[in-house]
């Protein structure tokens, strides 16, 4: 029942709390300032389990939320064993239900909530039926692996968001058809959110950034398409003396051969993802743009008043360096990336320092090195400033 039950609140789409600790799973639902959280207790943790601990655990669950702006913390413990009697006393004057799969039974005493969440029905009908639950025919279904996670949601979440057609609302006055309004809205909400969270991993922005130079590559250089070349390349006289603005933001997707091409793209990968799964994704795309047209202009005032050159100047390096900028502000704030998975990042982000001041010379654009790596900088500390809930998810999975 235990693993049932984990497989059931993953399915649901609650998010999970790691503790540390193979007895016990915490799984939550938050929305606004609330958060309603269902702390399972494995039968090996009752050993040496004392009202006190329960206590001090409880206490530190509700900070985690709290720490996280949640003013409205609700938690029901459940506990998985058969020690009734030893759970009831753990848990009294608490919210907890006890589920004995020895006897087959959820025990709900008088004073608990009688529903959370909308799980009860479900762990009822898999206790009651060994594993099995029934269909709207009575049938008996098996809900082990992908059918429990299906069938749950039939059981909890869908008839909890349960589309309600017009026709039932136009019968029901008063507050029973603002309800089914409510329940048809949260539906709708429900699948949105289900459809596209499996994309919140994804860095999609880099993504996007690197089939459009890629692909600017391949018309620009491999189809001999010069045109490109010659109307999105910069130089300082076009910008400032003919007024073509465009070509500050158009000469960050142009490069000048294969392996310019090639050391971009992957320091825009190695880099990006870092920052992109750090902020949401129209920050991390403002900070993008804006670092490269940073250092398009540092180059131009650069080749304009310190030199008596105007060379072409193409590639993403400025909007890179900005990246790089952002991630050392970052490593500056949060010691803690290095740890962890982002040991590998931190590296990478040496060698390519390192490798960028070796390559340096008549060919590279310092300048726009330098502006777009100061623009990044000071974009991040602008627009990481603000608490989303994109910047909490990363925190949390940091600590």
């Known amino acids: 029942m235990w693993d049932k039950l984990q497989q059931y609140f993953t399915g649901r789409g609650l998010r999970e709390v790691d503790l540390r600790k193979e007895t016990m799973r915490l799984y939550y639902h938050a929305e606004k300032t609330s958060a309603d959280a ?18 001090n655990y409880l206490a530190t669950i509700r900070g985690i939320f709290e720490k996280q702006g949640f003013s409205a913390v609700s938690v029901l413990t459940l506990f998985v064993s058969g020690q009734i009697a030893a759970c009831k006393e753990i848990g009294d004057g608490t919210a907890f239900w006890i589920v004995d799969g020895g006897y087959g039974r959820l025990i709900v005493y008088e004073n608990q909530p009688e529903d959370f969440l909308g799980i ?10 060994g594993g099995h639950s029934r269909n709207a025919e009575g049938a008996q279904i098996d809900l082990s692996h992908d059918n429990f996670r299906s069938e749950s949601r039939m059981q909890s979440v869908i008839k909890e968001y349960e589309p309600i057609d017009r026709g039932a609302v136009q019968r029901v006055d008063g507050d029973r058809a ?9 539906q709708v909400r429900y699948v949105r959110a289900k459809r596209w969270s499996r994309y919140n991993n994804v860095c999609v922005i880099t993504i996007a950034l690197l089939i459009i130079n890629v692909i600017v590559f391949i018309l620009s250089d491999l189809f001999q398409m010069e045109v490109l070349y010659v109307e999105g390349q910069m130089q300082w006289k076009t910008v400032f003396e003919d007024g073509e603005y465009y070509r500050l933001f158009t000469c960050m997707f142009l490069h000048y051969g294969i392996d310019h091409l090639a050391g971009n793209m992957i320091a825009l990968y190695a880099f990006g993802d870092m920052i992109e799964s750090r902020m949401t994704r129209p920050r991390y795309l403002i900070l993008y743009v804006l670092a490269g047209l940073g250092g398009s202009l540092a180059s131009c005032f650069y080749f304009h008043y310190f030199t008596e050159m105007d060379p072409f100047s193409a590639g993403a390096s400025g909007a890179i360096y900005g990246l790089m900028g952002a991630m050392l502000v970052m490593l500056l704030r949060y010691p803690e990336i290095r740890r962890r998975q982002y040991g590998a990042r931190f590296g990478i982000f040496i060698l390519y320092m390192i490798y960028s001041f070796v390559r340096a010379g008549d ?3 310092v300048a726009a090195h330098a502006g777009g790596f100061v623009c990044g900088a000071i974009l991040f500390l602008i627009l990481d400033r603000k ?10 999975k940091v600590r």
């Open 387 to 396: 608490k989303t809930r994109r910047k909490k998810t990363w925190e949390k």
């Open 363 to 365: 060919s590279v654009n």
């Open 120 to 129: 009860r029905t479900v762990i009822e009908n898999n206790v009651h039926f």
């Open 38 to 55: 269902v702390w399972m207790i494995h039968d090996e943790a009752l050993a040496d389990l004392t009202k006190e601990k329960y206590g």
């Open 178 to 186: 603002s309800e089914y309004r409510d329940a048809a809205s949260r």
